[in-house]
């Protein structure tokens, strides 16, 4: 075995370590080509990225470095998955300098975990079509799989998982290590959302994404805030599952919800135009007065309220809440806010420290055109460190 060969053995068997990368830098700097070093200082800037908040101007600047590395090291083939072509579906993502996620079939992965896990270092696995008659296996068989203890996020998108399936989850011993789970476009029950976010066999999990589960929104919250295992959860993505004031208030009012860092209750509107006069929704301003009256939303860094028609005065509870101290990012895109909002958003002492800052004004045309507006400008000064975009 090469050395170069012993380093990337090390990074596989270790793929939580940033150590063993950098080592690996470090070598293909001395030791390599051109196209080597380029690899070097992808892996160098992908691992600083996760050491910064996101959206931090020194984390945008390195995003901008890393997609031109991405592009660079994509066109001359230097990251190939040739030896995986014939065994995933789909594309695949680097994380810290190395494959991490890969789209496969639940059969293969099953057959050929140990020689995936042990040619990269994947922590992130989706599984195509685990409802399919062919290339899928039962879930109650995928979930006792060993393999599975090397996996840090499971993407379950489409997988047909209810209660059983959720308990199947819950009942496994080899998730231990499992940090994120993704369940969009499931019929997803109370039952087995409790029983997943309670399980003893999950003490790692920490973040939720029920995307597109629709309709679930109001039941999800519901079923979660009232369970002591939602402490550990960080995360918690409700976008297109018609949350309501009810599913909001829900987390809002759980003493359980003290450990979330990212809430997106965004829901977008059939057809919606963000074009005419500036709209409030008196359900969306209650679903601001619930974020920011929640001494339990304290450790808020991101809020998504996408599309909630929350008014200024929405965003006036927000920006002067005594619990969002903590927020860094906040998205409020198509919003339909007045352009007042540029003024007062300005002004909140709660978004001093923001790094992202998305705010939905109201637009004049179905063209899209907003008449330029002094106040934007003075927001972008007042809010030095903030990426600002307005839509």
């Known amino acids: 075995m090469t ?17 063993p990368r950098l080592m690996y830098a470090d070598w293909l700097d001395e030791h390599g080509s051109a196209d080597d070093r380029l690899r070097a200082r992808f892996i160098r800037v992908q691992i600083e990225m996760t050491r910064l908040e996101e959206q931090h101007p020194k984390w945008r600047k390195l995003y901008s470095e890393e997609r031109k590395l991405l592009n660079d090291l994509t066109r001359r083939n230097v990251l190939s998955v040739d030896h995986l072509q014939k065994r995933i579906v789909g594309g ?3 994380q810290r300098g190395f494959l991490a996620s890969i789209t496969v079939y639940a059969k293969r992965f099953l057959a050929e975990a140990d020689n995936f896990l042990a040619i990269d270092p994947i922590q992130t696995v989706r599984f195509a079509k685990l409802t399919a008659k062919q290339g ?17 996020a499971l993407d379950l998108t489409s997988a047909g998982l ?39 066999n999950l003490p790692a999990l920490a973040s939720l994404d029920l995307n597109c589960c629709a309709a679930l929104g109001d039941m999800a919250a519901s079923a979660l805030a009232t369970r002591p295992g939602f402490r550990r959860v960080r995360k918690l993505n ?15 009012e759980s003493p359980h919800s003290i450990g979330l860092e990212y809430f997106n209750a965004g829901e977008p509107a059939f057809n919606y135009l963000p074009t005419g006069s500036p709209t409030v929704s008196t359900e969306d301003e209650a679903i601001a007065r619930a974020v920011a009256d929640s001494p339990h939303l304290a450790n808020l860094t991101e809020l998504d309220l996408s599309w909630k028609q929350i008014g200024l005065d929405g965003l006036r509870m927000l920006g002067y809440s005594p619990h969002l101290k903590k927020l860094l990012r906040l998205r409020l895109r ?9 003024k007062l958003a300005a002004e909140a002492p709660n978004f001093r420290g923001l790094y992202l800052l ?29 990426a600002i975009r307005v839509e």
Not at 136 to 152: D, G, H, I, M, Y
Not at 238 to 245: A, D, G, I, Q, S
Not at 373 to 379: M, R, S, T, V
């Open 358 to 386: 998305e705010l939905g004004v109201a637009r004049d045309n179905y063209s899209g055109v907003r008449k330029p507006d002094p106040d934007e400008e003075a927001l972008r000064e007042a809010l030095p460190d903030a």
């Open 238 to 252: 409700l976008f297109r599952t018609r949350c309501t004031l009810a599913g909001a208030r829900a987390v809002a």
């Open 92 to 94: 695949v993502d680097y």
């Open 162 to 200: 209810g209660a059983e399936g959720l308990g199947h989850i819950a009942d496994s011993a080899h998730l231990a290590g499992l940090r994120s789970l993704v369940l969009t476009e499931n019929p997803l029950t109370a039952e087995g959302l409790s029983r997943l976010v309670d399980s003893p």
């Open 334 to 342: 198509y919003c339909r806010l007045a352009a007042r909002a540029f």
């Open 136 to 152: 899928s296996v039962p879930p109650a068989t995928l979930f006792r799989s060993e393999q599975l203890a090397r996996l840090r």
């Open 3 to 19: 050395d170069r060969d012993a380093l990337l053995a090390a990074i596989c068997a270790q793929p939580d370590e940033d150590t």
